[in-house]
């Protein structure tokens, strides 16, 4: 099976562990995976802002440049870029947009959704010793319903336990919501340290979670209150064999 | 309307947080349960949704057949264009019945239109006979939730409170608080001239407006007083009698977790024959007040299928941990911040469709469905198309999208800015973000750079 | 602005706002996917037969039993009893067990009968020679229940049948009496019933009055009655 890299611009940057590990984990399976550098960012930082001529100028170029792959998959390390790569149909009036943002959209799975899902498996063949926690990064749980994937995933590593996090629980957000984040720093860190507290009480190694955003604004908190729990990308302990 | 500024004052304050926490997480486990006893609840809220979207389609045609069936059956229908008319209608219709003493059981329509004040300039005073409602307006206060209004009052507070006011000697039993309250307000009750009360649902078949409840304020509002005023926003009209039944299993069990509320009142015009119990006079105040400009899109439209069950707010972790006040409207929580600038205007409330993480769960728990992100997300392309927004941020926001888009749109410059990023060492000046959290630096090696050193040619591993 | 004006308005604004525009960018629907669903889609009865058919018709007995205990669960009482006779030993044994001095019935014949014979033992008003004080003054409200709801553990007291809404509202204790075979099974099933009773006034009563207004805790009999006791009478 070939699949072509949806990286995103976050993971590309500032966690490349999370796209590393994707592409290790798929080679692992048997696929070829392909990378086409001409790849930016979703749109999903403007569309979220409420800047949609921005944003869809973004999608059109995404569009083009998978279009022009004949991979039989696109893949990516984050739940709310597929999301938003999903959502691409609504931003268009022309019809034929509609139809080909459609048609890329088919092709496009979140990592853990198309291991389990696509590929069939849940043993990727990974080790990893440690007490893990995960959290279920907002888009990926509510519009992609991602929820079981990761953790069956997450079960078949050898050497993990894995918790489900104590109240507030894995489901509710960690007050990331982008520009949210800095817009309303205090209320995003309210929620964020219901979260975190919730982490602390789970008596983990790490949290782990889909989307590197979610991992950024949770780790910024945690090392900031000197915790030694890490942040780690699913990718990341998807491709370990430590 | 300062929504940053009150949200802080809510966050530094522990007993509302406190009160806010326990709240909102027991009412989401009572809405859980609750819901587990409904063999399709999926179905009931396609089902509910679906009479919702038919009835704002044809908005028009179900708002005539209700007055005509109200009117026949012996109501009397006003139509209102916005609040101050609807003020003047309750109030000319309070000082034709001649009624001095008003007694109001819980309505947010009439909190939208300012109506006790509207009736206090003309020299009534409606007393709140809701128990939240009422220690609100003892206060002073304004309500902080749709189903529990004095969730922000401590059991303490209010002791003091009904000592204050109601020369009650100061006990923090919750049951003598509301024998105290019981007892204050049945005088009212017994004497008052004109009842005001919302209504939940107005069925246009037959004319019937139905009123939920736990206390029995609203049937003691409706039945005692010789006249009776419900008003009710326009989005509130369904299509059938039968209908009811999908709404009455969705909205209890959505807002407060319980199977129903005590008490419906299903009322169809006036009484029969004058020796009947109730009033002898009906009133219902159709309110527009910004709704039908909301049929527009139908983005916006979903907006006005909405409830008001609460069941957003308790779900929201940002209502959770400010709660209502903060929102600076009648409305608050998920569906007040996409409710209120559609009913105020965006210039008024500008800031409330951006405070939200968009997680979603809101969605997951409307009875209704609606998407109240897909709400939000298009009220902040509305905010940003209509560049009405002036200051520095705001100018410095478009800057900053501006470059974004053309930089994206180049991914040889977007390698090079990075590339050049990284070697400086420069860290972007978001104080909002380091003051409470670490910022994690840029990558030593971005994918793509090690994509090309070698990564692209290894093999499965 | 007079009422006629603001209608003719309000309808044009609504007309004007539904028209068809075309799609603008940002009106595709959300993701639930409710785009115009065209003509009316659930008929009268479309919603009552989908609940029932999942849930599966009941047996009388089943019925019966369900309202019992969904009355229970609702904080209501309840005694069964089995001809007029039984009910009038129940009912008195309610009323001194509750303690009751002022005892008011309504206009439903099966009450009038049943309080007759108890004129000695409580102080009883007429309905209809009653004063607003005293109707606050009295301790429990007689009267009959027109319908059961099992699904709910509901009363269903219409306002053409009997004058009911008073006397069920404002005494601390209200005592209902109503025959099993009176007793429906879903929501639908008792609105369908009320659907063609041209009552001005229909009250839908599921256990005693409350409230969670003060720090969430559950207080019963704020404005309502404080104990509603069903009475339920089998082979009237």
Known sequence: MRVSLFVTCLADQLWPAAARGAVQVLRRMGCAVEFDERQTCCGQPAFNTGYRPEACALARRLIEIFESSDADAIVSPSGSCTAMLHHYEQLFEDPGWRARARAVAERTHELSAFLVNRLGVDDVGASFRGRLTWHDACHGLRDLKIKDEPRRLLRRVRGVELVELPPPGAETCCGFGGTFSVKYPEISVAILDEKVDAIDRAGVDAVVSGDASCLMQIGGRLSRRGSAVRALHLAEVLASTA | ?461 | MRSEDARREILSAIRENLKPRGIAPGSAVGSTGSADPGPATEGPQGPRKSFRAARGSKERGDVVSSFTERLAAVGAQCTVVRGEAEAAGALAGILSGAGARRVVGSDAPLVQRLLRPLRDRFEMAALDRLSRDDLFACDVGVTTAQWGIAETGTLVLESARERSRLLSLVPPIHVALLSTRCICESLGDGLAHVRQADSHAITFITGPSRTSDIELTLVVGVHGPQTVHVLLLEDL
């Not at chain 2, 407060?256 to 299903?266: D, I, K, V």
């Not at chain 2, 469709?353 to 968009?358: E, G, I, K």
């Open chain 2, 1 to 461: 309307m300062s929504f940053d500024r009150d949200a802080r004052a809510a966050l530094a304050d522990g007993q509302l947080r406190g009160a806010l926490r326990h709240a909102t997480t027991l009412f989401g486990e009572r809405r859980r349960a609750a819901i587990a006893e409904v063999p399709d609840w999926e179905g009931a809220r396609d089902r509910a949704r679906a009479i919702k979207d038919e009835t704002l389609l044809h908005l028009d045609r179900y708002l005539e057949q209700f007055a005509a069936n109200a009117e026949r059956a012996g109501a009397q229908v006003h139509w209102a264009r916005d609040a101050a008319q609807a003020c003047d209608i309750i109030a000319g219709i309070a000082a034709r019945r001649g009624a001095r003493t008003v007694v109001k059981s819980k309505s947010m329509a009439s909190e939208e239109i300012h109506l006790n004040a509207a009736l206090a300039a003309r020299g009534i005073a409606p007393v709140e006979t809701d128990l939240g409602e009422y220690i609100v307006q003892l206060a002073g206060e304004e309500p902080s939730h749709i189903v529990v209004p004095a969730i922000h009052k401590t059991k303490g507070q209010i002791a003091a409170l009904f000592a204050e006011k109601l020369g009650m000697e100061p006990s923090d039993d919750v049951a003598k608080l509301a024998a105290a309250a019981r007892q204050a307000l049945r005088r009212r009750f017994a004497e008052a001239d004109l009842g005001v009360s919302g209504v939940n649902f107005a069925v246009a078949e037959t004319g019937t407006i139905l009123i939920l409840e736990n206390e029995g304020n609203a049937r003691l509002t409706t039945s005692l007083p010789r006249t009776h005023v419900a008003l009710m926003g326009i989005e509130k009209v369904i299509p059938r009698f039968a209908d009811l039944e999908v709404f009455l299993r969705l909205l209890p069990r959505s807002g407060t977790g319980q199977a129903l509320t005590a008490y419906q009142s299903l009322l169809t015009g006036t009484k029969r024959h004058p020796a009947d119990e109730g009033p002898e006079e009906l009133h219902i105040v159709l309110l527009d007040n910004g709704r039908s400009r909301m049929l527009a899109s139908p983005v916006t439209r979903q907006t006005l299928a909405c409830i008001r069950c609460g069941a957003c707010l308790n779900a929201c972790p940002v209502y959770r941990q400010i709660g209502g006040h903060a929102y600076g409207s009648v409305y608050p929580g998920p569906i007040g911040a996409v409710l209120t600038p559609q009913l105020l205007g965006m210039g008024e409330s500008a800031e409330l469709p951006y405070a939200s993480s968009l997680c979603g769960a809101c969605r997951d728990v409307c009875p209704v469905k609606i998407d109240i992100p897909a709400v939000l997300l298009h009220l902040r392309a509305q905010a940003v198309a209509r560049g009405g927004s002036t200051g520095t941020r705001a100018l410095l926001e478009r800057l900053a999208f501006a470059s974004y888009a053309a930089v994206m749109a180049r991914p040889r410059l977007f390698g090079w800015l990075m590339a050049c990023a990284r070697r400086l060492h420069i860290v972007p000046p978001l104080g909002a973000w380091t003051k409470w959290r670490d910022l994690r630096p840029l990558a030593p090696r971005s994918f793509r750079d090690e994509w090309r050193a070698g990564l692209r040619h290894e093999g499965g591993r």
